[in-house]
Structures are given as C-alpha cells and as structure tokens.
C-alpha cells in the first residue's frame, strides 16, 4: 500500500543495492529526507550513501522509530527481515522501488521506457545522452553506469524521464514486472527471449507481462517496436492502443526506420527513415546489435521532436556504458575487456562484435572468451543447446564452473560438454586461480581477453592484468 507523501521522510530497505540507491538518490533530489538499512553496509556504496546525506545502518527494528512516512522495500528483502515484519505488524505505509519511482518521481513528466531481453542499459543509455545534447535535461533511472554521465541515476530538470524497463519482478509482494510502475509514454520494444528462469516459467508468462505493459501506454504515447523480432510483433497482435513505428535491419518490406552496418563490426553504419538515407554515422561502440539500439532511438527522438542534427552530434559523442565492452587494462600486450553479456544472444553479438574489431584495427592476435556462467538462467540447462553456438568468433574459450546453488545435479549447466561441442579450443577450469595461470601461461601480446559475467567473477579482470605483467 501506499499513501501520498509530501516530500517526508522515506526509508528504504536494502538501500546499499545499485537499483535502491538509485532510487534513494532521486528521492533526495526530490527533497524527501531519506533513511536506508542494509546487511552489507561498506564502502564504496556507504560512502555514496553518505556524501549523499543518507543515513545508513543495519537492519533493526529502531530504524523504524519514529515510523517513516513511507518504507520503501528493494526487492532483495523477504518474510523473515527485521524491518519487513515490523512494517506489515504495525501497518505501517510501504511500496516497493519502481512503484515509488512510478508514483513520487514521474508525475507530471514524460517517460521513456526501454523495455526488451538485450540492449535495454545501452539503448536507455543512448536516449538519455541524445536527450542532455538536445536540451531537454532529462532525469533517468538506468541500470548500468552511462560514461557520459558518470552514475545511474539523476532527477533532471526536464521535462522528460528516461528508464531502463525491467521485466524483472518488483517485489517480494508484487510479482508484476518492474515496467508496470513506470508509465510508458513512449516505449521502446527492442526484443523478446525467455529469461529470467527463476521468475518466469516460459516464454508465454513473459509476453503476458510486456502484454499488460502494452496496455498502460496512452493512446497519445508511441511504441517503437523491432519489426525482426517474431515475439515483439506477437504481442502487439494481442492488442494495443497506441501508435506503433517499426525499426529493423535493412533492406526490411514495411519497417519505417531501418538500420544497415557499413563495418563488419557495426561501428560504422547507415540508417534508413521511410526508405530514404537518413543519417550515416561512425561512433564508439561496436556490435551490430547496437546499431539496431541507435536506430530505435532515432525513431523515439525523432517522434520527440528532436532534430536529426542533435541526433547525430549524440551518436558521435556517445562514449558508452561501464561494464559494456569496457577496456580494463593492458598488460603484457594483452588487453583485457569486461563486458555484462549472460544471454546466448548477447554473448554471440559481443563475441562476434570483438573479433570483427580485432579485424577492422589490423590486429592479428587471439580473442580468448573466459565465461561465467552466473545468472539464475545461465547455471542451469535451459540454454545448454544454444551456448556452444555462440563462439565460432572465439579463438580461446573458457568456461568457469556453474554454482550448483538450489538446484538439482541435472539441472545445472553442463559447461564441460559445451565446452566439448565448441571444440578442441574451449575448455572448463573451475577455478579462478587456475583460469588466471592459464591464460598468463600460453596468451600472447596482441591478444585480447573478453571477460563476460553479470558479476564480479572473483575480481578476474584485476588478476589477469596482474599476472600478465
């Protein structure tokens, strides 16, 4: 439940995670006085907390007197928390992050929500670049680190508010996705894959969600929809209320907006507006998916009235997201690379796009792939048909050992065999240690190491660099 507060005091529980101190940020933008609790409170997320003026502390039942206005719940915490069970014993006014972000944040500004499988940090990214070199000093609320901003997360003064729509469910209450709270008026479907196993049964449960999504866009807003993807247009097809502008790869029969790469590695590519050459464009990033991400946000900004000028001077200067093919460090010659990719997709995109990279710079050397195969969805064997087709770019590909956490022997992915499908090249080392001594022992200067995990992989990156000096 939730009740109407005037800038009061809010208290947000599981405040040290990315997402919650996020939103505590733009709450005390907003000029609420924000309290938060966590079970991990250290730095650097503490000292962020605290330079914003937030009052942190572990759970207890104390930080809950005097009662908060409002508690706002991340959705990390469970039945069982302290906190969790004072609030619902005493009644007390609570929602979750995204339905605090939908009700005290976006009312009475103009939400563009990126919503799909792959590409939605990036694409977010990108809108709210395009929309600061426009001048429309937009707020947004993203989950990944946009250089040209420097955080996640920031109020605005404008009119426009830019998020990253997650289909992810919002709370231990609440186990409609994210996006539901954040009121699309312009959306933007980039792709639809079944993930999230640990939330979603199948496919069908995750289209019912970006179904419901479709429904709380006004008839006034517009969708921009990927016409390559089956699945987006499936879902349109169950009903919508909303114009619909259509991107995809050119040559394309209907789309409106098209894209089409000039570069092996898409860093270079032209895009198409009702058939027409519209902008041609050479930028920092690589990856043909990003190219399509580039062509969706044309389509969106240009139906926001941004001129092609700002669009193309955003593009140009657009310098990326952390964790998105970031350059770590160089040792030995050899490079290491992180990036976030944990989907067959996004792994086989970010493969690809790094070798044709390699190419296009004149580099002869090795792309070794190292994967930790992290994710809720990826531990298991959901993917493990698709996973060995995902490397044929890779000259080296190593696997580090799925956790086996809450899951059955036969459940858990078998990295070994898909190691064994991709060939003699690929190979599982359980160990992080082992993986490192590996790699310092038989790379070579010109090769390039891209790390792929959605997590902090035992602080690899660090100790690659080290033992390749």
Known sequence: MTDDITKGHIHILGVCGTAMAAIAALAKASGYRVTGSDAGVYPPMSDYLAELGVDIAPFAIENLQPAPDLCVIGNAMSRGNVEVESILNRGLAYCSGPEFVGNHILPGRHAVVVAGTHGKTTTASIMAHLLQIAGRQPGFLIGGVPENFGGGASLGAGETFVLEGDEYDTAFFDKRSKFLHYHARTLILNNLEYDHADIFPDLEAIKTQFHHLLRTVPADGNIIANADEPDVSD?????????????????????????????????????????????????????????????????????????????????????????????????????????????????????????????????????????????????????????????????????????????????????????????????????????????????????????????????IHGKLLKALV
Not at 319 to 346: N, Q
Not at 404 to 429: F, K, Y
Request: hydrophobic fraction near 45%.
């Open 235 to 459: 879902v349109l097809d169950r009903g919508c209320w909303t114009p619909v502008t259509t991107f995809g790869r050119y040559p394309h029969a209907s789309a409106q907006w098209q894209w089409q790469p000039l570069s092996d590695d898409g860093a270079l590519f032209r895009i198409y507006h009702n058939g027409e050459p519209w902008l041609e464009c050479e930028w920092q990033m690589i990856g043909l998916h990003n190219a399509a991400n580039a062509c969706a946000v044309a389509a969106a900004a240009t139906l926001m009235g941004v001129e092609r000028s700002d669009i193309a001077a955003a593009f140009a200067s657009f310098s990326g997201i952390r964790r998105r093919m970031t350059l770590v460090g160089e040792a030995g010659g050899v490079k290491v690379f992180d990036d976030f990719a944990h989907h067959p997709t996004a792994i086989t995109n970010m493969v690809t796009a790094a070798k044709a990279a390699m190419r296009r710079a004149g580099s002869e050397g090795k792309l070794w792939v190292i994967v930790e195969p992290r994710s809720n969805t990826m531990r298991t064997r959901i993917h493990q048909d698709r996973l060995p087709l995902c490397f044929d770019a890779a000259d080296k590909v190593i696997f580090a050992a799925p956790s086996d956490r809450n899951l059955q022997a036969d459940e858990v992915l078998d990295a070994a065999e898909v190691c064994r499908q991709i060939g003699s090249h690929a190979s599982m080392i359980s160990d992080v240690e082992a993986i490192v001594a590996c790699v310092a022992a038989t790379s070579e200067s010109g090769d390039h190491l891209l790390v792929l995990s959605n997590g902090g992989f035992e602080g």
